[in-house]
């Protein structure tokens, strides 16, 4: 029997991870193939779990987010600020997720929403209108902290909030002091914490 794919061959394995969807990928072509395993391959490397990076920094990932979120938005996905920032971690569509895919981090990804053959197209940056969907606003949100930490060196986690609120280039410009810091911003600072703190 000829075998127009080859990756069915590897993929339809009994040991491979892809093997429950061997038959889905049987289906397509070549080239579509191609497309849709850089996608798949792409959104599992993209999900690493960022959790080291801050534990060696004392920092509780999981309860620093959920903290965030609570403040941001209460847990709405559909909150909308009159700034402009959107759903639960209340991204800013010209800072956070503009810099999240300048930054050429994995966006979009059709083929995991929607297995459709008809569906499937490359990966490409988040837009605005995607900022709604929980986990997509999460990433971005969660992602955007780890920077702030690891890549503009915030050494704490007040810094690090001081940034995610009243920005990066102005506690910069203020000499790291979150004192000098907007009443918003400090107060936004003292209310994380104190969830923070009380989940810990």
Same mark, same amino acid.
């Given at each position: 029997? @000829?075998?127009?794919?080859?990756?069915?061959?590897?993929?339809?394995?009994?040991?491979?991870?892809?093997?429950?969807?061997?038959?889905?990928?049987?289906?397509?072509?070549?080239?579509? @193939?191609?497309i849709a395993?850089?996608?798949?391959?792409?959104?599992?490397?993209s999900s690493?779990?960022?959790?080291?990076?801050?534990?060696?920094?004392?920092?509780?990932?999981?309860?620093?987010? +959920?903290?965030?979120?609570?403040?941001? +938005?209460?847990?709405?996905?559909?909150?909308?600020?009159?700034?402009?920032?959107?759903?639960?971690?209340?991204?800013?569509?010209?800072?956070?997720?503009?810099?999240? *895919?300048?930054?050429?981090?994995?966006?979009?990804?059709? /083929?995991?929403?929607?297995?459709?053959? !008809?569906?499937?197209?490359? &990966?490409?940056?988040?837009?605005?209108?995607?900022? &709604?969907?929980?986990?997509?606003?999460?990433?971005?949100?969660?992602?955007?902290?780890?920077?702030?930490?690891?890549?503009? !060196?915030?050494? @704490? &986690?007040?810094? /690090?909030?001081?940034?995610? *609120?009243?920005?990066?280039?102005?506690?910069?410009?203020?000499?790291?002091? &979150?004192?000098?810091?907007?009443?918003?911003?400090?107060?936004?600072?003292?209310?994380?914490?104190?969830?923070?703190?009380?989940?810990?």
């Amino acid at each position: 029997m @000829t075998c127009h794919n080859p990756f069915i061959i590897v993929f339809g394995s009994s040991n491979s991870p892809l093997q429950p969807f061997s038959q889905f990928i049987g289906r397509l072509s070549l080239k579509t @193939t191609i497309i849709a395993l850089i996608a798949y391959f792409a959104l599992f490397l993209s999900s690493c779990d960022l959790k080291p990076a801050f534990a060696e920094q004392g920092i509780n990932w999981d309860k620093l987010v +959920s903290s965030v979120i609570m403040v941001e +938005s209460k847990g709405n996905p559909n909150a909308v600020s009159p700034q402009g920032c959107i759903g639960l971690m209340q991204i800013n569509p010209n800072g956070a997720l503009k810099e999240y *895919n300048q930054c050429g981090m994995t966006g979009w990804i059709k /083929i995991a929403e929607y297995p459709n053959p !008809k569906d499937i197209g490359s &990966i490409t940056p988040f837009a605005e209108e995607d900022l &709604i969907i929980p986990r997509v606003n999460k990433k971005i949100g969660t992602w955007y902290l780890h920077r702030l930490h690891n890549h503009y !060196k915030c050494p @704490t &986690i007040e810094h /690090i909030l001081g940034a995610y *609120n009243g920005g990066i280039t102005r506690l910069k410009k203020n000499n790291w002091d &979150i004192n000098k810091m907007s009443y918003e911003t400090r107060n936004y600072v003292k209310k994380v914490m104190k969830l923070y703190n009380e989940e810990l």
